[in-house]
């Protein structure tokens, strides 16, 4: 990708990676993680602040908070390069992601579609929706779409 992005660590199956947040607020840790779901091939991307919980006495991802730290399309570009690492190395999973909150997704949508694009290269994007029945199906992505949340699949080469 063309835009500014943090150093990404990351363990060796390349399923949780880590950067740093810099900015006014100081130095904040981010993880990002891909995750089974019940569908073996979609994995769940969450992000969010890795933050220490005192009553379970381990570290956490936290994906409600809002640190405000100033490189908020730094951040989203960090994130986009840890897809395409995860799907170097697993081709054929699919991601799935959705914002913690509805601005959040939305704030994704604007994010895909302001670099569709450069993302379409590598990149198949649908976004998901409530379909006619109640279940969660996949549609084709729109740049004006209302989706719940949007699944990203590697080309075949």
């Known amino acids: ?3 500014l992005q943090y150093d990404l660590y990351r363990n060796t199956d390349t399923t949780i990676f880590e950067f740093k947040s810099v900015g006014p607020n100081g130095e904040i840790t981010k ?7 019940q569908s073996k091939e ?3 991307l969450a992000f969010g602040d890795l933050i220490y919980n005192e009553v379970q006495k ?6 409600s908070t809002i640190t405000d730290n100033g490189d908020r399309n730094i951040i989203l570009a960090t994130v ?10 697993y081709p054929e999973r699919m991601i799935f992601f959705k914002g913690s909150t509805l601005g959040r997704t939305r704030l994704y949508r604007r994010a895909i579609s302001i670099n569709l694009e450069e993302l379409s290269e590598t990149f198949v994007i649908f976004g998901a929706i409530i379909n006619e029945f109640g279940n969660v199906t996949s549609v084709p992505f729109k740049t004006n779409g209302d989706f719940l949340g949007f699944i990203i699949k590697r080309k075949e080469l």
Do not use: G, P, Q, R
């Open 31 to 37: 993880i990002i993680t891909f995750n089974a779901t």
């Open 58 to 63: 381990k570290y956490t991802l936290d994906d």
């Open 1 to 3: 990708m063309k835009h």
């Open 42 to 44: 979609i994995y769940n």
């Open 80 to 89: 986009a390069k840890s897809v395409y690492l995860f799907t170097e190395k």
